[in-house]
């Protein structure tokens, strides 16, 4: 594999990397937004679900508290009957200053009213633990409100009020609270799952344990005082986002492959039209190689019968000659075809231009001449530079030849060598027809001719630039193509060393 | 001619309820007794006072309507043999229904479910396929919300002429919410202000037979030790027996003092004792047996030959049979004397038996007590000597030395089954043999 072919892969596949890991990243950005969105859709209906049954079990205070508001209304003189006004209430006190009213320690007591009495000590002595616990405002102190002593193994739930001095303050039972809600809880999240909790303990799970693999916990509250030992959980399918992960992948991998696909594609038909080209040059190089031996002989039995005929043999002498030039020039453009597909050695080596201009003006005059052309040399003193003698040469011929080719009617080619900073150009500029500009780009490939008048009836590879051009990038520098009016030029900019 | 026709059958109902009030609609035996009447002058011994509630025979034809919840624990623990007998056990119950009484099924394991809502038996067919179905193993014990599912049940048709009745079936110990003694005993209370009662029945030797005999207990159920799931339909059938044969409810039974008459304690069924008042209430009474309430008091101080009232008794309940409330009413006096001969010769048997059959079963408790503390060798003494001191009681009566006799003798097989069982199951049965004593059931024990 030529190192031009394997660079030309590292692109490809360069590219096609650079655009898959694109659309990997972007994709898998979009995933994850999406995955976080769903995430954040359910954790919301999460937390919406949760306070409807956190709702649901304080509005069951709630109703207790309207109730026995009303009752403190209708309170009656005799304080034993407050008890009986409504079944829920389990106990009743009534508390003035810290002196406990209701139940009257002075009476006989049954033992559990012995032991209600027993249990609001504290709150006897000192009446304020019960709105303690809110801390909202501490000037003013609530006239009513909830209270729960947690100290015993069930938690005692009062609710009191503050009424001209006395406070009354009601026990519901705890137990009648799980009680209702155990059987009022009925909650269908389809796969999601409610979880009541009261000091750790279930108390409600709305759906049976075998049914609640691989559930997530989505959100978790505690409900306000007097309840803040109960816990509400909400679990929920993580499932969804392992669907979106799966199918989104999947997605992505079938547009990497079309892109990664059509790249290759690219690719493929870029190598294949550069392989065909190699191909051409192969087989015209080989041609031309076969064509050497024979065209040798042509030029060197052609030569022998010029020394051999006489100016005498006007006819004859001027047949010969053509021969032996135009064997000459057929082998110069084999020349040309072997140079194209193999390059030979770069050798460096510092070169005079002026001797080279001489040389190559020596060369190219005669043939000028015969076409009523002549050049025109303008360049500084004393120029050298590092570079290949040969490479140079050929390049410089492809200019002038070029010139004499295509535009001997401008009867003029100035050939110029100007110093800059950091380069050299050398350049052959014509008066012909010059080249359009759209074509410019086309004459640099190999095989490419242009298709007018001028190029009519001239013989000529189509490789000459394409060679020039290699050449010139084998030293480092470059071919530019400027367009004065009329002709062309030619520059050959190397750096200088 | 409609209005001919209202007149003749009011004239008819009239006749009917007069001949049925002639024929003596059948009440609640109630008798109220001192176990010693003729006190010693100038001494202030402990007395008993008894009332014994005796209920009517109940014609089997005529029994009340049954509103029934069956709670049955399914969690993994019943595997095999014992959801398979309760299944046919509930199985049994529906077959024993009539279309008149209200049945609902409720079973728990980590969750509950009311597979069958509280409604009339009428396709007992689908009932069973339901029962079968929804009787699979799983999960653990929530037992409080299985429990107030089924008060929740039973009290969707809550009426005064049924008897409604929970049937609690568990083997485990509860580990799902709620689980103290003192909250289900909470939950009970809830079940006993409703009117329902709660049976509970222990499997095996796994489950808490404190909490099951307080669940009994506060809402006056019954309660049994199932000790191998092939008893249970026989438990079945006599607790369809008890429930069948409810001839009173609601009974209250409030005992005034007089003054400086001093309640001690209350011996057996526990009540509530406010200055000199004591307030027992029964949920229930069957057919043809005996409950008493039992208060140990110190009677005043008194010169020979005086009487001194010592109590006034009221008695109310709701008679099934009549379907109407009846109430009770007696005065008791105590008499005082000089000869320790007449104080013994009026004592009453019949008390004296029940309350050391009382103080025996006091007895037992402090057994368990021991037991739960590793002493199995103390608490079998004390058995025994509570055992030996019954038997020692001076009595002539055939009937009342049959009862201390069948006392004595099923504390004798429960010393001699902590020998041979193990810790758990003997507990267990000492449980329940102190439970059914103070609740003065029949013994369930083979």
């Given at each position: 594999m030529s190192p031009r072919k394997s660079k030309s892969l590292s692109i490809a596949i360069v590219i096609i990397f650079a655009v898959i890991g694109w659309i990997a990243y972007f994709g898998f950005r979009t995933l994850e937004h999406e995955v976080l969105l769903r995430h954040y859709q359910a954790q919301t209906l999460a937390q919406t679900r949760i306070a409807q049954a956190g709702a649901f079990i304080m509005n069951w205070l709630e109703q207790r508290a309207t109730r026995f508001e009303l009752l403190m209304e209708l309170k009656p003189n005799d304080n034993s009957t407050l008890k009986t006004l409504d079944d829920d209430i389990e106990d009743v006190f009534v508390l003035q200053k810290n002196k406990l009213l209701y139940p009257d320690e002075s009476q006989p007591l049954t033992q559990k009213e012995q032991e209600w009495a027993r249990l609001l000590t504290p709150i006897v002595q000192e009446p304020s633990l019960l709105y303690g616990h809110s801390t909202e405002s501490e000037e003013q102190a609530p006239l009513a409100g909830w209270f729960v002593i947690n100290e015993m193994q069930e938690p005692v739930l009062l609710y009191w009020r503050n009424k001209n001095g006395e406070v009354i303050g009601f026990r519901v039972s705890y137990v009648r609270l799980l009680f209702d809600v155990v059987n009022a809880a009925d909650f269908h999240f389809g796969g999601d799952l409610l979880r009541i909790k009261e000091n750790g303990r279930l108390l409600y799970q709305s759906k049976p344990d075998e049914q609640l693999s691989k559930l997530v916990r989505l959100g978790a509250i505690?409900?306000?005082?007097?309840?803040?030992?109960?816990?509400?959980?909400?679990?929920?399918?993580?499932?969804?986002?392992?669907?979106?992960?799966?199918?989104?992948?999947?997605?992505?991998?079938?547009?990497?492959?079309?892109?990664?696909?059509?790249?290759?594609?690219?690719?493929?038909?870029?190598?294949?039209?550069?392989?065909?080209?190699?191909?051409?040059?192969?087989?015209?190089?080989?041609?031309?190689?076969?064509?050497?031996?024979?065209?040798?002989?042509?030029?060197?039995?052609?030569?022998?019968?010029?020394?051999?005929?006489?100016?005498?043999?006007g006819e004859g002498l001027r047949y010969a000659e053509v021969i032996a030039t135009e064997s000459q020039r057929l082998s110069?453009?084999?020349?040309?075809?072997?140079?194209?597909?193999?390059?030979?050695?770069?050798?460096?080596?510092?070169?005079?231009?002026?001797?080279?201009?001489?040389?190559?003006?020596?060369?190219?005059?005669?043939?000028?001449?015969?076409?009523?052309?002549?050049?025109?040399?303008?360049?500084?003193?004393?120029?050298?530079?590092?570079?290949?003698?040969?490479?140079?040469?050929?390049?410089?011929?492809?200019?002038?030849?070029?010139?004499?080719?295509?535009?001997?009617?401008?009867?003029?080619v100035h050939l110029t060598i100007e110093k800059q900073a950091e380069h050299v150009d050398i350049a052959v500029r014509d008066y012909g027809a010059g080249i359009p500009e759209k074509e410019v780009k086309m004459i640099f490939q190999p095989f490419y001719r242009i298709k007018s008048a001028i190029t009519e009836g001239v013989s000529g590879t189509g490789i000459g630039l394409t060679i020039a051009r290699q050449l010139a990038e084998s030293l480092g520098g470059e071919i530019l193509v400027n367009h004065p009016v009329p002709g062309v030029q030619f520059v050959l900019r190397l750096k200088q060393s | 001619m409609k209005m001919s026709r209202v007149v003749v059958s009011m004239l008819l109902s009239?006749?009917?309820?007069?001949?049925?009030?002639?024929?003596?609609?059948?009440?609640?035996?109630?008798?109220?007794?001192?176990?010693?009447?003729?006190?010693?002058?100038?001494?202030?011994?402990?007395?008993?006072?008894?009332?014994?509630?005796?209920?009517?025979?109940?014609?089997?034809?005529?029994?009340?309507?049954?509103?029934?919840?069956?709670?049955?624990?399914?969690?993994?623990?019943?595997?095999?043999?014992?959801?398979?007998k309760a299944r046919d056990a509930a199985i049994m119950a529906i077959n024993m229904l009539d279309g008149d009484d209200l049945l609902s099924v409720i079973t728990y394991d980590s969750v509950v479910e009311v597979i069958?809502?509280?409604?009339?038996?009428?396709?007992?067919?689908?009932?069973?396929?339901?029962?079968?179905?929804?009787?699979?193993?799983?999960?653990?014990?929530?037992?409080?919300?299985?429990?107030?599912?089924?008060?929740?049940?039973?009290?969707?048709?809550?009426?005064?002429?049924?008897?409604?009745?929970?049937?609690?079936?568990?083997?485990?110990?509860?580990?799902?919410?709620?689980?103290?003694?003192?909250?289900?005993?909470?939950?009970?209370?809830?079940?006993?202000?409703?009117?329902?009662?709660?049976?509970?029945?222990?499997?095996?030797?796994?489950?808490?037979?404190?909490?099951?005999?307080?669940?009994?207990?506060?809402?006056?159920?019954?309660?049994?030790?199932?000790?191998?799931?092939?008893?249970?339909?026989?438990?079945?059938?006599?607790?369809?027996?008890?429930?069948?044969?409810?001839?009173?409810?609601?009974?209250?039974?409030?005992?005034?003092?007089?003054?400086?008459?001093?309640?001690?304690?209350?011996?057996?069924?526990?009540?509530?004792?406010?200055?000199?008042?004591?307030?027992?209430?029964?949920?229930q009474l069957y057919s043809n047996q005996e409950k008493y309430v039992l208060l140990e008091v110190i009677p005043a101080k008194g010169m020979r030959a005086e009487t001194k009232p010592l109590a006034e008794v009221n008695v109310s309940y709701e008679n099934l049979g009549s379907k109407q409330k009846d109430t009770y009413q007696k005065a008791l006096a105590v008499r005082y004397t000089h000869s320790a001969e007449e104080t013994k010769s009026a004592m009453v048997e019949d008390v004296l038996a029940d309350s050391a059959i009382q103080l025996m079963a006091l007895e037992s408790e402090r057994a368990i007590q021991l037991m739960d503390e590793g002493k199995v060798a103390e608490a079998k003494e004390v058995l025994n000597t509570s055992a030996r001191a019954l038997e020692a009681l001076p009595i002539s009566q055939p009937a009342t030395k049959k009862k201390i006799q069948e006392n004595v003798s099923q504390n004798d097989r429960l010393i001699e089954r902590m020998g041979r069982e193990n810790k758990a199951s003997a507990r267990k049965a000492l449980k329940e043999q102190s439970y059914n004593t103070q609740r003065q059931n029949s013994s369930s024990a083979p």
């Open positions: 505690h409900l306000p005082y007097p309840l803040s030992t109960w816990q509400i959980e909400y679990e929920g399918q993580p499932a969804s986002t392992l669907i979106i992960y799966g199918w989104g992948s999947l997605f992505l991998l079938a547009l990497m492959a079309i892109v990664g696909l059509v790249v290759f594609r690219f690719y493929r038909e870029y190598t294949q039209t550069t392989r065909l080209a190699q191909q051409q040059v192969n087989f015209v190089s080989q041609v031309s190689h076969e064509l050497k031996t024979p065209l040798t002989n042509i030029r060197l039995y052609a030569e022998l019968l010029k020394e051999d005929l006489s100016a005498e043999d110069r453009l084999i020349q040309n075809v072997l140079m194209f597909a193999r390059m030979p050695k770069l050798n460096i080596q510092p070169i005079n231009l002026q001797t080279l201009i001489r040389q190559m003006v020596d060369t190219f005059t005669p043939s000028f001449q015969a076409k009523g052309m002549s050049i025109v040399v303008s360049m500084p003193e004393q120029i050298s530079i590092n570079s290949d003698l040969d490479r140079l040469t050929q390049i410089m011929s492809n200019f002038l030849s070029n010139a004499e080719k295509y535009a001997a009617k401008g009867k003029q | 009239c006749v009917l309820s007069w001949s049925a009030s002639a024929k003596m609609a059948p009440s609640v035996t109630i008798k109220t007794e001192i176990a010693t009447p003729i006190i010693l002058e100038n001494t202030q011994d402990k007395n008993y006072l008894k009332v014994s509630l005796t209920g009517f025979s109940l014609d089997v034809k005529k029994r009340s309507p049954i509103n029934l919840a069956l709670v049955i624990d399914r969690s993994s623990s019943m595997s095999g043999d014992r959801i398979e069958i809502p509280a409604a009339k038996v009428k396709d007992k067919a689908k009932l069973i396929e339901t029962v079968k179905k929804n009787t699979q193993p799983r999960g653990t014990t929530a037992l409080f919300a299985g429990l107030s599912k089924g008060i929740d049940q039973a009290s969707k048709h809550l009426h005064k002429e049924q008897v409604n009745r929970i049937i609690l079936l568990s083997d485990g110990q509860a580990n799902v919410g709620p689980t103290s003694v003192g909250e289900l005993s909470e939950l009970a209370k809830i079940a006993a202000k409703k009117g329902i009662a709660i049976t509970t029945l222990g499997i095996g030797d796994g489950y808490n037979e404190d909490l099951m005999a307080a669940i009994a207990g506060y809402s006056d159920g019954n309660h049994a030790f199932v000790k191998h799931p092939a008893d249970l339909e026989a438990i079945f059938v006599k607790e369809f027996n008890d429930v069948m044969s409810v001839v009173a409810q609601n009974l209250e039974v409030s005992i005034h003092l007089a003054n400086n008459v001093i309640p001690v304690r209350l011996l057996g069924r526990d009540g509530e004792i406010k200055g000199n008042k004591v307030k027992v209430r029964l949920n």
